[in-house]
């Protein structure tokens, strides 16, 4: 009996494995289909019921469609979505359902040696991308909000320990670059006064604030706090045209960060004609006893031997020595 039952559930198994296995075609199947009058009018009925907001009936009609021509539609509705003025609670509700689903029509094309198999029509990964940005935009309507009632307060908004600070904080990151000059100095305002802000587990938030505003305490704060990739971007783009004393304001006063110090010297050396800070600047790393020779081949390689000449006749000691062997290994 009992093998008997792990006989049938081997059966149902396999049954269940053979209704849900993929189906590869050729761009010319997916091509034919697409141009076919029948997918072309029962996309068109698809998009009609969409826009109608009327997803009992889309769901009864999408089931009398062939399957390759029902992917191919679920696609097209998944990027009609996208028109955010026009999203509704049954909208974002289809899409949450169909980007759970798995399409089935799988493609297969021959790459450089090599063969890619994809959707053919990623519906569940399109529904997915419109619900995420969705999300984006609501999260930003919520700041405007309150921002506009004085009622933000950044570190309890972002949420620091919470599954979804990520997201929080992309969606304040991609507002803050498209803000208004009054909105942007509120938010300086906001983060340099919230007490718990130093609890923030990266510098993305204070990176983008630093940048579209140009607040020297905000950069102050950006070279203190520990280093990651958002501190190290942002001293990477102070090195952007068109130069300004601004710009070479903080890269110098980046270089207090020993993780950002070599960054910071690099970019300043590579500034041509080197302003007379900067020269100050550059002698100073120079001086240093450890990596001043390095700091001196840097500078000749990125043009400057001719000043580093002339620092010659008035430089002594570590200094002078090591701008000689600097120049010496520039040569070589």
């Not at 972002?158 to 803000?179: H, K, N, Q």
């Not at 971007?233 to 710009?247: C, D, F, I, R, S």
């Amino acid at each position: 009996m009992k093998r008997f039952f792990a006989i049938l559930l081997a059966f149902a198994l396999c049954l269940l494995s053979s209704a849900t296995r993929a189906i590869v075609v050729s761009p010319c199947d997916v091509s034919d289909s697409m141009a076919s009058p029948k997918a072309v009018q029962s996309v068109m009925e698809a998009t009609r019921i969409f826009d109608a907001n009327e997803f009992d009936k889309l769901d009864t009609y999408l089931a009398t469609v062939p399957l390759l021509i029902r992917e191919e539609a679920l696609m097209v509705l998944a990027r009609r979505a996208a028109s955010f003025d026009s999203m509704t609670p049954e909208r974002e509700k289809f899409l949450v359902k169909i980007s759970h689903q798995q399409p089935q029509y799988l493609l297969k094309s021959q790459g450089d040696g090599y063969w890619v198999t994809i959707p053919a029509f990623n519906y569940a990964g399109e529904a997915r991308w419109v619900l995420n940005h969705w999300e984006v935009k609501l999260l930003q309507d919520e700041v405007r909000r309150l921002l506009g009632y004085n009622q933000l307060m950044l570190s309890k908004w972002l949420s620091f320990t919470s599954s979804d600070y990520p997201l929080r904080r992309d969606a304040l990151v991609d507002m803050i670059a498209r803000m208004t000059s009054e909105n942007v100095d509120k938010l300086v305002v906001l983060y340099l006064n919230d007490k718990n802000i130093v609890w923030i587990p990266d510098n993305a938030v204070l990176g983008a604030l630093a940048r579209k505003s140009g607040n020297p305490a905000l950069y102050e704060l950006l070279w203190r706090r520990r280093t990651d990739a958002h501190s190290l971007t942002e001293l990477q783009h102070l090195n952007m045209p068109p130069m300004t004393q601004a710009k070479i304001t903080q890269m110098i006063a980046a270089s207090v960060n020993p993780l950002l110090r070599n960054v910071a010297t690099r970019q300043l050396a590579g500034l041509k004609p080197l302003p007379d800070e900067v020269k100050a600047f550059l002698l100073k790393q120079i001086s240093d006893r450890q990596r001043g020779k390095a700091v001196a081949l840097m500078v000749a390689k990125k043009g400057h031997t001719p000043w580093l000449e002339e620092a010659l006749e008035t430089t002594s000691g570590v200094t002078h020595r090591n701008i000689e062997k600097g120049i010496d290994l520039a040569k070589e």
